[in-house]
Every structure is written in structure tokens, then in C-alpha cells.
């Protein structure tokens, strides 16, 4: 083999490899490498969900706007009628979990011993009890429990709200602490049974609790109200 | 042996200068491919100094391999087979083992001793 031609081909292939390495180089220093696309396409999907939710929440304000005017023009008729309206949507808002709440209640922390010890039927289990007790107002790590909340079990978090959140889980209740605290503790009840799980619940009363309103946008899709027969 | 470095400091110069933008999607497989070419220049050279270049064998391994490796690592995306890890082991291990003998044919010809066995 001739010597020359070979270091020729040599010299060829390797300037065909420096293209090859510069153009990769200007890619990665352009796009940052491939944990960054993968960054940039979770981001992108976030952002897609936060647009939808942006537009479902400023068709809300719409309605909302387009409602107060009603209230308003019959308000200039009957101020009497508008006062009760308005104490119904409070109390409406209040039930529905759109309002921050406060009272007296308790704060319960629910921690684990071993990893992965809290399961989402867990915390379920907690918040049946706690409205079976009277409970009116339940908040998660701030997540305040409606009625389309879902706690589910996504990887190695639990999901509440569709937030991810991983132990100690704080409660927020408000209600008669007195009560909740008795469902909660007695014999062979849910703090019992957790801790035979390495799942320790520690409960606190507190005479002013804080609970959150639900952060996200409630939106129905499909259901429409049935006007009521006479 | 001064030919490669020159050759690959005007590829450097060249890809750096010329307009070539790997789309992001394809970047993955490209690197692969760099890989597989890297290795093939370092086994052409060590094939060089051991006497044994075909220039016909040099070619058509430096662009079959990188080829290869990015088909292959584009098939193992699709069917969500990491063959990629394959491609890195295979050709990973073989420019270390093959900078190695370079190093020992150059330290040979530096000090005339026979270094060949460590």
C-alpha cells in the first residue's frame, strides 16, 4: 500500500471526523445536550397545560364579570335580593373549596419510619375519617381536598391536585378538634392501624387553623345543571 | 503523522465555520456516529503504525461504523432498546485499547527500547 495516499486518506477521514466533532459541538453548545431536550420537552408540555388552564380560568373571569353585572343591574332594582345572593355564592364558594377558610381545628403531620411507606390509600384513609368526624375544611400540604380531588400513588410521589408530594404530609382541618381528634385516635382506629405500617401521625389542636383555597381552575366539560321541575 | 492532526484541526475549523446545524431530534444518533468515527481514526492510525493499513479496510470502517452505530441506535430508539449503550461500550473500549498500543508504538520509537509489553 502506498504510504503517501494512506496518510492522504488518514488526513481526509479526520477532517471529515473535525466537521463531524465541531458541528456537534456548536449543536450542544446551542441546545445544551440531550438532559436538556429532555428538560425543554417536559417544560413544553407544562406550558401546554398551563396555556389550556390560563384559557379555561379567563373564560371563568368572563362569566364571572358577565355574572356581577347581572348581580349588579338587579341590584339597582332589589338590594335586598342581591344580599342573599351574595351570601349564597359565599357560602357556595365556601363549599365548593374556592375561598381560603380559617378556624379551629387540628394540624396533622404523617410521616413515614421506612421509605415508601405512605401509600395514597393512606392519606385517603385519613381523609374519609376526618369527614366522617365533621370536617369542613381538609387541606394536604396546602392542597385543599375538593370534590375532584384524586391522591394517587405517580412513581414515587403521591399525587394531590395533580401536584406531586412526597412525605411528611401536613393535614389542615377545620372542624371540632375535639371530635376529629377522638375518630382519628381511638382503639384500632386509623393511627393504630397506620403505625403498625412504620407510619407515624402526629396531631396537634390548634385554635386557628389556615386552609387554602383549590388553586387550580374547576371546569365542567360535560355536565350541565338540570333545571329544576315544578 | 503529522497529516491526521492537520487534517482534523481544518475539519475543526471548516465544521466550526461552515453553516452545518444537526437538527435537535437527530442529535443523539450524530454523537453516536462521532464516536464511531473517532474510533476508526484511532484505529487507522494504529493499524499505520503497525504497518498494516489498507486504505480500502480504513474507509469503509470509519464510515460503515458510524453509519451502523447511528442506524442502529435510531432502530433501538424506535423499538426502545438502548442499543446506543452497545455502540458506546463497543467502541468506547476499543479507542481506549487502541490509543493504548498507540501510546506503546510512540514511547518505542521515542526511547528505541522495545516497551511493546507493559
Known amino acids: 500500500m502506498n504510504k503517501k495516499s494512506g496518510q492522504l486518506a488518514i488526513m481526509f477521514v479526520s477532517m471529515i471526523l473535525g466537521i463531524m466533532l465541531a458541528a456537534q459541538f456548536k449543536n450542544v453548545q446551542r441546545v445544551g445536550g440531550s438532559t436538556s431536550i429532555q428538560r425543554a420537552e417536559e417544560l413544553t408540555a407544562r406550558v401546554q397545560k398551563l396555556t389550556q388552564e390560563n384559557e379555561d380560568l379567563q373564560e371563568q373571569i368572563r362569566q364571572f364579570q358577565q355574572r356581577i353585572r347581572e348581580y349588579e343591574q338587579s341590584a339597582q332594582n332589589t338590594g335586598q335580593l342581591a344580599q342573599t345572593v351574595e351570601n349564597e355564592l359565599q357560602q357556595t364558594r365556601m363549599l365548593a373549596g374556592l375561598t381560603d377558610v380559617e378556624g379551629p381545628g387540628l394540624i396533622i403531620t404523617v410521616d413515614e419510619n421506612i421509605p415508601m411507606a405512605i401509600q395514597y390509600d393512606n392519606l385517603l384513609t385519613i381523609v374519609n375519617e376526618l369527614n366522617a368526624a365533621g370536617a369542613e375544611a381538609i387541606a394536604i400540604n396546602e392542597e385543599r381536598i375538593i370534590a375532584t380531588t384524586e391522591i394517587r400513588n405517580a412513581g414515587n410521589h403521591i399525587n394531590i391536585n395533580t401536584t406531586p408530594y412526597s412525605p411528611p404530609y401536613v393535614f389542615k382541618v377545620i372542624g371540632d378538634a375535639e371530635n376529629l381528634e377522638k375518630a382519628l385516635t381511638l382503639r384500632g382506629g386509623v393511627v393504630d392501624m397506620l403505625s403498625t405500617y412504620s407510619i407515624t401521625v402526629r396531631i396537634q389542636k390548634a385554635d386557628n387553623v389556615m386552609v387554602p383555597k383549590y388553586a387550580g381552575a374547576i371546569k365542567f366539560k360535560y355536565a350541565k345543571p338540570v333545571p329544576p321541575k315544578e | ?118
Not at chain 2, 57 to 62: A, C, L
Open chain 2, 1 to 118: 503523522m503529522w497529516l491526521p492532526i492537520l487534517g482534523l484541526i481544518l475539519g475543526l475549523a471548516l465544521g466550526y465555520i461552515l453553516p452545518v446545524n444537526i437538527p435537535t431530534a437527530y442529535a443523539p444518533y450524530v454523537s453516536i456516529a462521532v464516536l464511531a468515527a473517532l474510533d476508526s481514526v484511532f484505529g487507522g492510525v494504529r493499524a499505520w503504525l503497525e504497518k498494516k493499513f489498507d486504505i480500502e479496510v480504513f474507509v469503509s470502517g470509519f464510515f460503515g461504523n458510524a453509519i451502523l452505530a447511528a442506524v442502529l441506535a435510531y432502530i433501538g430508539d424506535r423499538l426502545d432498546i438502548p442499543i446506543y449503550l452497545a455502540a458506546i461500550f463497543a467502541f468506547g473500549t476499543r479507542l481506549f485499547q487502541n490509543f493504548a498500543i498507540i501510546r506503546r508504538y510512540i514511547l518505542k520509537s521515542i526511547s528505541g527500547k522495545d516497551k511493546i509489553e507493559d
